[in-house]
């Protein structure tokens, strides 16, 4: 059942009129502040999730967590999150991101690649690695919204939080030798059709090691309590950790965090690491893209040219391409054309882009070009490896 | 009597029974001095300081939508911006001191006609908490704090208290609000305990003519309490000196008066000179007494003149505990630093505007530094007097005085240097000195 917090004055006897104060929640200390761990909320008063993966990872590195808990709370202005050992480009439709001002990151712990907004509520436990106990913390998300709304939300086995059938959790962790975290989302309010379109899983197919995102049907709190905020569920869920019997320790209340280097010496380094294009790009494990284009020809038959590339560290390091026609294309000199490819920066649909102006007989398009969408040409939209009629011939 | 506890003016008259009878029960072991209290004849004057024990301590931690987003530096004025908790006590002559509470920040309301309104009976302390590189929180001597206060209280005819009780009790306020220390070195969190009288009554005087249990006209209620202030660096942009204005028609206190408390009426008046000097062109007031003009404080911090004396010896001076001046524990610190070095003579004497002018004009003048909490050191590079200009060359050494104190007191603050002087706020008590009720 839901609680209703009650409030009621704390009577001085005769005194009472000089300080009014309503209790909400009397704790006595009856043990000093050294006997039980320091259990403490941290509500993030940023919205930028570079600077929330800084606080994160400030946090995971600079306390001392064998006497003391933390949750965190936070949630980012529209952006893509994915693992530590993804692929940006098999993950998210960047091009789509970069149209409307979508940001995207890498964090620093594994697993898939998630969707952030106002609507979309973070939580992240820090504890000892001794401590660490995921589906503690899960348990304890799930009472308080059964406890605040009478929300049946269950942990699944796979350390989902899954409502009606459908997820509104992803979680995923990072343990270090003495230190450890859990973080995750809970869907509050989150705009679901930018959702889809931020994310591209099976979309596009490269040959890669890099973790894959699952999909899963998700849907929000608020599907099935409109009434729900993701500032009600924070303060439900901090409530809960520091009231109630699933983490133990001394509580010392809600705290806001203003992650700036003045706070907290060392964050404005962490989170230009966090922004660049080495961490956020550089870091993808290697992969392969192969990709086939049909192009029309002056003749009956149709030509189909294929190319593949192998981006290594984000930098495209080997380049192909090949020609299946009825006529005979000068291969050599697309070769050489495309060559130049080298060392550039892996950006979504430069292989076709790169084709379609040599076949053309223009220079290979720029970066801008390319983003912006500008080169024009019989390419089919947006899929790549696209079986080509009858067979390939490569190089 | 080897203490004498303070109640207000006027507290031998009140007989014994008569507190008993107001009395909560007596808690069984009472710490005085360090000592477990035995003796009856102490137990007598004990009851009219009882102090609630921290372990009463009543907690109400902020709600998230009472907590104050924590700014940024640029926007840090000093005192303007506060944390999200707050410590409080009340005494009253009929029900002693009540239980000490932290509860979110909040205003304090009053009766219009409370004393502290009217009379300015108010006194206040200052202190740091600094964040080390450790990551543990300490307090700059706060032992000195307390005693101080308790003086002060005594001075203001109001009641006094456990200094260690009391100092349990802030060291638990900045456990709880520890997220407003920051993360980094340069910075702290400025502490303020203020004490003010908080009863109703225009009449000052003691009625002779009424019987003793109703003839004493003390504070009959009071508030104790502390708020806290993050602080960024005191000179953000780099070490600057200051100049000052020393003119003898404004004086800051006189023999016989309250110039060694810290008493909020000491400061009040100074707003005004303080703004005459801006409008001058000045930083801040040298101020003078006497018709020797004596140096006694600079602005709101105590004052050292570093010189090559009449005798050719290098010498540390800073005006003595005479009363006019108030006894700053950076002041005692750097004092007691100096004399642990033994390198030059360190001396608490009077030195006169006349003394300073001839040492400058023949170049034995070295440094002029204010000492306080704020900055630790501040350094004067110029004093208008008169009508001249004197230039001190206090910045213009290799290696400055002011500056070797303000890295060996920084070292002891930040935990770079252990030292007894900075008290982890998580430290066990057993290494606190347990403080009197009173200290005179």
Not at chain 2, 103 to 131: C, D, W
Not at chain 2, 419 to 427: G, K, L, M, R, T
Request: aromatic share 10%; charged share 20%; glycine share 6%.
């Amino acid at each position: 059942m839901a609680f209703s917090w009650t409030y009621q004055h704390i009577k001085l006897g005769s005194l009472h009129q000089f300080l009014q104060v309503p209790v909400i929640a009397r704790l006595c200390l009856s043990r000093t502040s050294t006997d039980l761990p320091k259990k403490s909320v941290f509500i993030s008063q940023c919205h930028n999730v570079y600077t929330n993966l800084a606080l994160e990872d400030w946090f995971y590195k600079n306390y001392k967590f064998e006497n003391q808990v933390a949750l965190m709370l936070w949630w980012n202005n529209p952006c893509v999150v994915i693992g530590r050992h993804q692929n940006p480009w098999l993950e998210a439709d960047t091009k789509y991101l970069k149209m409307n001002n979508i940001m995207v990151a890498r964090r620093n712990s594994g697993g898939g690649a998630v969707y952030h907004d106002e609507g979309n509520l973070n939580c992240t436990f820090f504890t000892s690695r001794n401590s660490y106990n995921r589906k503690n913390n899960l348990q304890m998300l799930c009472e308080a919204l059964w406890k605040t709304w009478g929300i049946d939300a269950e942990v699944s086995a796979r350390d989902d939080i899954v409502l009606h059938g459908k997820k509104v959790s992803g979680t995923a962790a990072k343990l270090g030798r003495e230190n450890a975290y859990h973080h995750c989302t809970l869907l509050v309010d989150s705009d679901k059709d930018l959702m889809t379109q931020s994310l591209h899983v099976g979309r596009t197919q490269f040959e890669t090691r890099a973790t894959e995102s699952t999909t899963s049907q998700v849907t929000c709190l608020s599907d099935w309590h409109p009434e729900v905020t993701i500032e009600d569920v924070m303060k439900a869920i901090g409530r809960e950790f520091l009231q109630g019997t699933y983490v133990e320790g001394t509580s010392t209340g809600f705290h806001l965090i203003h992650p700036t280097n003045f706070w907290f010496h060392g964050l404005s380094e962490m989170k230009e690491h966090l922004m660049s294009w080495d961490w956020i790009y550089g870091m993808t494990p290697d992969f392969k893209e192969e990709v086939s284009i049909l192009f029309p020809s002056v003749g009956p038959i149709s030509s189909v040219v294929t190319a593949s590339v192998h981006v290594h560290k984000g930098l495209i390091a080997e380049v192909k391409i090949g020609v299946h026609s009825g006529e005979s294309r000068d291969i050599h000199q697309y070769q050489e054309v495309m060559e130049t490819l080298k060392g550039r920066a892996y950006r979504a649909r430069i292989l076709q882009d790169s084709i379609t102006n040599i076949l053309k007989g223009l220079p290979l398009p720029t970066d801008e070009e390319i983003d912006a969408g500008q080169v024009l040409g019989a390419t089919v939209e947006g899929e790549s490896n696209v079986q080509a009629p009858g067979f390939l011939v490569s190089l | 009597m080897a203490t004498s506890f303070s109640l207000s003016s006027g507290s031998s008259c009140v007989p014994l029974d008569n507190i008993l009878q107001n009395r909560q029960s007596i808690p069984s072991q009472i710490w005085v001095r360090g000592n477990h209290l035995s003796s009856p004849n102490l137990l007598i004057n004990v009851l009219f300081s009882l102090f609630s024990k921290a372990s009463d301590l009543q907690i109400q931690l902020a709600e998230p939508e009472q907590l104050h987003p924590k700014p940024d530096p640029e926007k840090l004025t000093f005192g303007k911006h506060f944390t999200d908790h707050m410590l409080s006590v009340e005494w009253s002559g009929k029900m002693g001191w009540g239980k000490p509470y932290i509860t979110p920040l909040q205003n304090i309301s009053l009766h219009p006609g409370a004393k502290v309104f009217h009379y300015a009976i108010e006194l206040f302390e200052g202190m740091k908490a600094h964040r080390g590189i450790d990551e543990r929180i300490r307090l700059f001597r706060p032992d000195q704090n307390m005693m101080r206060m308790i003086s002060t209280s005594h001075r203001s005819a109001l009641p006094g208290f456990s200094g260690y009780e009391f100092l349990k009790c802030l060291k638990k306020l900045i456990w709880i609000d520890q997220e407003w220390v920051p993360h980094s070195q340069g910075s702290s969190l400025y502490i303020r305990p203020t004490f003010i009288g908080t009863d109703v009554s225009f009449f000052l005087g003691c009625l002779k003519s009424l019987p003793p249990a109703l003839g004493v006209a003390r504070s009959e209620r009071a508030l104790l309490y502390v708020v806290l202030c993050p602080v960024g660096p005191y000179f953000a942009t780099g070490m600057k000196p200051v100049s000052l204005l020393a003119d003898p028609m404004y004086v800051r206190a006189w023999p016989g008066g309250c110039g060694d408390k810290k008493v909020g009426s000491n400061y009040g008046p100074t707003i005004y000179i303080q703004k005459v000097a801006e409008k001058m062109g000045v930083q801040q007031i040298l101020w003078l007494f006497g018709n020797d003009h004596q140096l006694t404080e600079v602005g709101t911090m105590n004052i050292f003149v570093y010189l090559i004396n009449d005798k050719g010896e290098k010498e540390l001076v800073t005006p003595p505990l005479d009363g006019l001046i108030l006894p700053g524990v950076t002041r005692r610190s750097l004092l007691e630093m100096a004399r642990s070095w033994s390198e030059f003579k360190v001396s608490e004497r009077r030195i006169t505007m006349k003394e300073v002018v001839k040492a400058c004009k023949e170049n034995r003048l070295l440094e002029i530094f204010g000492a306080g909490t704020a900055c630790i050191v501040c350094p004067v590079n110029k004093i208008y007097y008169q009508k001249d200009v004197l230039e001190i060359p206090t910045m213009d050494h290799p290696f400055p005085l002011n500056q070797r104190f303000l890295k060996d007191l920084q070292d002891i603050q930040y935990g770079q240097v252990k030292h007894p002087w900075a008290v982890d706020i998580e430290d066990s008590d057993a290494i606190m000195h347990e403080v009197a009720a009173t200290h005179s």
